[in-house]
């Protein structure tokens, strides 16, 4: 019996790093997790650090990486790895309460790696105009909040202010802090896109 041999190409290098880059900051955005504030409205999901990983997503991994790794986060919850806000899992979170605001973390990672990065090719950050970045996070947190903020006025049947007091002005303080978080991170030059 004859065995027959072909040659296997190996992946690129590249794709390799972006994947382990992608499946690292999916694993830290549910360790992010660990630390949440509760708010006290009904509805509206406890506060986390898990925006701040979203941001790194889309700066540092670019919109198609950056959107594989929150996908990847997502997935990992809705099978049950407890990587969602107070430690909870299962498929049942991305269509309760807070799913408005989980689904728009890909869409939010991908903006902001448009903008950033001016495409898919990936850029040195720190070249890219802090004003560019600035809007490219501002962007992204729209996406988030208005998301999150829509998703609750419909699941409660809540008038559009209402929406918006319980399910974004808590969180403005916060949102303003992760951003000049992410900016400082990839500012300091430790964290460079693979290929930039």
Request: proline content about 7%.
């Amino acid at each position: 019996m004859a065995t027959e041999r072909n040659s296997v190409e190996l992946v690129d290098d590249t794709v390799v790093r972006q994947f382990a880059r992608a499946a690292m900051l999916a694993a830290l955005m549910g360790a992010s997790v660990l630390v949440t504030i509760p708010v006290p409205i009904s509805g509206a999901p406890p506060i986390t650090l898990q925006v701040l990983f979203v941001f790194l997503a889309g700066l540092v991994l670019g919109p198609v990486w950056g959107t594989a790794s929150i996908l990847l986060y997502l997935t990992a919850g809705a099978v049950g790895v407890p990587v969602f806000a107070g430690m909870e899992s299962g498929f049942g979170i991305l269509v309760g309460d807070t799913a408005g605001y989980l689904w728009a973390y890909p869409v939010a990672a991908a903006v902001t790696g448009l903008v950033v990065h001016r495409g898919t090719t990936l850029r040195d950050l720190r070249t890219a105009p802090l004003p560019i970045v600035v809007v490219a996070l501002g962007m992204a947190t729209i996406v988030i909040y208005g998301m999150g903020a829509a998703y609750l006025a419909w699941l409660f049947e809540l008038a559009p202010w209402a929406a918006i007091t319980a399910g974004v002005l808590p969180y403005v303080p916060g949102e303003i802090f992760k951003m000049a978080a992410a900016i400082a991170i990839v500012r300091s030059g430790r964290i460079t896109p693979v290929g930039a």
